[in-house]
T-cell receptor
Framework: EDKVVQSPLSLVVHEGDTVTLNCSYE??????LLWYKQEKKAPTFLFML????IEKKSGRLSSILDKKELFSILNITATQTGDSAVYLC?????????????FGAGTILRVKS | NAGVTQTPKFRVLKTGQSMTLLCAQD?????MYWYRQDPGMGLRLIHY???????AKGEVPDGYNVSRLKKQNFLLGLESAAPSQTSVYFC???????????????FGEGSRLTVL
């Protein structure tokens, strides 16, 4: 059975701190790993990773994938209160048509001012 | 550009009642999905569709039915609602399997359903 495990489940930090969110996975077939940010409503796309060791960056956020050890990390530097959200990790397991996304339970991040 | 739109946003049902959630997308995506999100369990796939007129079961299909009569619409039905179906439901759509952002889903804003 496909499984995606995120840790920690939740954390509280102060503005300016750096955080690292973890995602480990076990899937039958791997196509890509995706990170989403979910505030009050719909998840919004952050990164997609397909190759090991190549860091993706967007402003203060960065992510890297290790396909040998089956995990990914999402780093957020100089955190701001606007980073408070649930961060979801998902792995794309290709089906005959399209992709099946298997999601982790998410990490709840709260950034205090 | 509306993206993915879900209706209704909120609904309260009594056990045994039926209802339909409507999802509409204006991005000409082939693939559409229905997920449910419960605390501590992430998003779980209910049903999905790879094109007009086709549907398939996901991870948790029991108690739900779907239809994709038009490419832009994907309907999720509950024939006899149960309290265990209290959840937030998300519709999503995506491009073809092969593409620059393969796997990326575009989500609607969610529909909160409570079954009493």
């Amino acid at each position: 059975e496909d499984k995606v495990v995120q840790s920690p489940l939740s954390l509280v930090v102060h503005e300016g701190d750096t955080v690292t969110l973890n995602c480990s996975y076990e899937v039958t077939n791997f196509r890509s790993l995706l990170w989403y940010k979910q505030e009050k409503k719909a998840p919004t796309f952050l990164f997609m990773l397909t190759s090991s060791g190549i860091e993706k960056k967007s402003g203060r956020l960065s992510s890297i994938l290790d396909k040998k050890e089956l995990f990914s990390i999402l780093n957020i530097t100089a955190t701001q209160t606007g980073d408070s959200a649930v961060y979801l990790c998902a792995v794309a397991d290709p089906m005959e048509y399209g992709n099946k996304l298997v999601f982790g339970a998410g990490t709840i991040l709260r950034v205090k001012s | 550009n509306a993206g993915v739109t879900q209706t209704p946003k909120f609904r309260v049902l009594k056990t045994g009642q039926s209802m339909t959630l409507l999802c509409a997308q204006d991005m000409n995506h082939e693939y559409m999905y229905w997920y449910r999100q419960d605390p501590g369990m992430g998003l779980r796939l209910i049903h999905y569709s790879v094109g007009e007129g086709t549907t398939a079961k996901g991870e948790v299909p029991d108690g739900y039915n779907v239809s994709r009569l038009k490419k832009q619409n994907f309907l999720l039905g509950l024939e006899s609602a149960a309290p265990s179906q209290t959840s937030v439901y998300f519709c999503a759509s995506s491009w073809w399997r092969e593409g620059p952002n393969t796997g990326e889903l575009f989500f609607g804003e969610g529909s909160r359903l409570t079954v009493l």
